[in-house]
């Protein structure tokens, strides 16, 4: 009896061992192959967020820095992303790179859709900051407030009152209406 159950441990030992050796065979060129691919998109992806970076550091002045790191960490998710993908095709999983992508499609979805509004301020800020006519130190009357800007962001401006109170107001709410004043006359700009 022990001796069945000794031998049926050994067989049993050995077929694994055997079908594990066999599996690793199959697998091997396909692994290989991720690691390949893995090792030349690091390098591809890091040399285009390089360029990405050094072309909207041409485009916007060092003072929206902001807006370069958001276009580039964008990038940066979207390329490591489509990575992961195909790097599960490469290596046999497609049924699975079609199902976190889809996945992914819903997630995204549900995600701008909660986050709308912060998304709006974040367009807007890049339109505020890139517009000419709108700078901080320019006095200013958006719809709650006029003063004089003391900063732009991404999300807000912050606003010195004329009582002297910092105010902050969401970019939407600023990009759509604001007027300037000049010194001797007034000059409207809506964007």
Not at 93 to 108: C, K, Q, Y
Not at 156 to 162: C, G, I, L, N
């Amino acid at each position: 009896m022990l001796q069945s159950v000794t031998r049926f441990l050994v067989e049993t030992l050995e077929r694994t061992l055997v079908e594990f050796g066999t599996a690793v065979r199959g697998a091997a060129p396909k692994v290989l192959t991720g690691f390949v691919f893995v090792g030349l998109a690091y390098v591809s992806i890091k040399v285009i967020l390089y360029v990405l970076r050094s072309v909207l550091d041409g485009i916007y002045p060092e003072e929206q820095d902001l807006v370069v790191d958001l276009g580039v960490a964008i990038a940066s998710v979207f390329l490591w992303f489509g990575t992961a993908l195909a790097l599960l095709s490469i290596v046999g999983m497609e049924e699975i790179a079609a199902s976190l992508g889809t996945v992914a499609g819903f997630i995204a979805l549900g995600v701008s859709y909660a986050l709308s509004n912060m998304i709006a301020d974040t367009v807007a800020g890049v339109y505020l900051l890139r517009d000419p006519d709108f700078n901080p130190g320019d006095r200013v009357k958006s719809d709650p407030v006029t003063g004089t800007v003391t900063s732009i962001e991404l999300r807000k401006t912050r606003f010195e009152s004329d009582e002297g109170d910092t105010v902050v107001v969401a970019n939407r709410d600023v990009e759509k209406k604001w007027t300037t004043y000049n010194e001797t006359a007034t000059t409207t700009d809506a964007t």
